[in-house]
């Protein structure tokens, strides 16, 4: 289990292949399905063109709130293991946000844990979002929508 | 009686709105969130938009803060 809030910019493929590199040795031959979810900071949102994109957080209360959002999952969908990786800081577009991994033994696991970790990420880690706009205006955006078809 | 200082965190569109990170209380009793945001913030009620949490884990307005803990108000988080 791993998490991560860096500045830097990141790889998220370059962060599944070494973070494979170990898992497979960890639950060699236990490995029968992997999900992720790669968010990336667009152009536009809200009706605005957006130039920039600036993530606050928590220090201290955001890792503890990802850690426990992996524990928890982990126990309720049996994963074999979970990955988070967050950008803060500068986003510069085409940049990826967010990285959340699931590893499991069957796919319904991997597909639902991915997919819950995603929505419970957004509506329960401190992380603010601010944006510029093509006027140079700054907005924060005011809350995030439910990512479920339905 | 004795006090201790009980750190006061604001977070993001709150932190611009209040017009600093953080306010510094010296305590000597338990009070609820909002009773400390009603002292921090000349009587107002606190708003029901805003999240709290002490020493980094979600609370409620009715929550007791010690003396000494950490609080933190913040908007709507809005990550991922």
Not at chain 1, 6 to 33: C, I, M, N, W
Not at chain 1, 82 to 88: D, M, Q, S, Y
Not at chain 2, 24 to 45: I, K
Request: proline share 4%; net charge negative.
């Amino acid at each position: 289990m791993s998490v991560i809030i860096q500045h830097q910019s990141f790889s998220p493929y370059e962060v599944l292949q070494d973070h494979e590199r170990t898992l497979f040795v960890t639950h060699a031959g236990k490995v029968g399905a992997a999900n992720h979810f790669i968010g990336t900071m667009r152009d536009f949102n809200e009706g605005s063109d957006v130039t920039g994109l600036t993530l606050e957080y928590y220090p201290g209360m955001t890792e503890k709130v990802l850690q426990n959002l992996c524990e928890r999952h982990m126990a309720k969908y049996g994963c074999l293991d979970i990955v988070v990786h967050h950008r803060v800081g500068e986003i510069q577009r085409d940049e990826a946000i967010v990285l959340v991994a699931v590893w499991s033994s069957h796919r319904a696991e991997a597909f639902a844990a991915c997919q819950s970790m995603m929505e419970a990420l957004k509506s329960e880690a401190p992380f603010w979002k601010k944006e510029t706009l093509q006027s140079n205006e700054t907005r924060w955006v005011a809350k995030n929508t439910s990512g479920v078809f339905g | 009686m004795t006090f201790s200082t009980t750190v006061i965190k604001y977070f993001a569109s709150l932190r611009e709105k209040v017009g600093r990170a953080e306010d510094v209380l010296d305590m000597s009793e338990p009070a609820t969130v909002a009773e400390l945001w009603q002292r921090l913030h000349d009587d107002a009620l606190l708003p029901d938009t805003l999240r709290v949490a002490i020493n980094h884990e979600f609370a409620m307005p009715d929550d007791m803060v010690q003396p000494g803990d950490e609080i933190a108000f913040f908007p709507p988080v809005t990550g991922g």
